[in-house]
């Protein structure tokens, strides 16, 4: 499974980081591109913060808890026996890596650096909703599967619980 896990994360941090590239070359400075009649509206934004743009002021403390994340997540990923698993905690570390990337690479300097956001959801510049990016995306799709899986009785391991408390080994 760490194959599987190591495969998503790659695959959506690649991705992260091309469409922050293409917003930020493409799309910065612009007028806001709405697509699906307004459903989404692409529009580049620089965050310092974390999401909903909190913690502005601790940009630093998010650098080290988003290596703690990717460092965690590596440890974990050699355990790792299940397929859900995997693939939830492959997209929290690509998340956690993409985001960890701008704040490293990006201004106003190493640590520091405010990420790029690019996706607005049926207003532009995040007036309904905050905008986001695939990084963030991929956090919370990752992170709703792990929980999900966790509620199900399914551990990263393989077992499942059953109701009265027995562990079984998944088939």
Partial sequence: MPVLLFGVAAAVLLLDI???????AFLEGEVPVELLGGLVYLDVLRNPG???SLGTDFTWLLSLLAIAVVLGICWLALKVR?????????LVLAGAAGNLVDRIFRAPGPLRG????MISVLEPGGAFFPVFN???????CGGALVVLLTVLGRDYDGTVHR???KAEAAS
Avoid at 18 to 24: E, N, R, S
Avoid at 82 to 90: C, F, V
Avoid at 114 to 117: K, N
């Fill in 18 to 24: 091309a469409t922050k590239v293409a917003a930020v």
């Fill in 82 to 90: 299940s397929t859900g698993w995997a693939i939830g905690l492959g």
């Fill in 163 to 165: 109701k009265g408390g």
């Fill in 114 to 117: 405010h990420v790029v956001d």
């Fill in 134 to 140: 695939v990084a963030d995306s991929a956090i919370c």
């Fill in 50 to 52: 974390a999401a909903f």
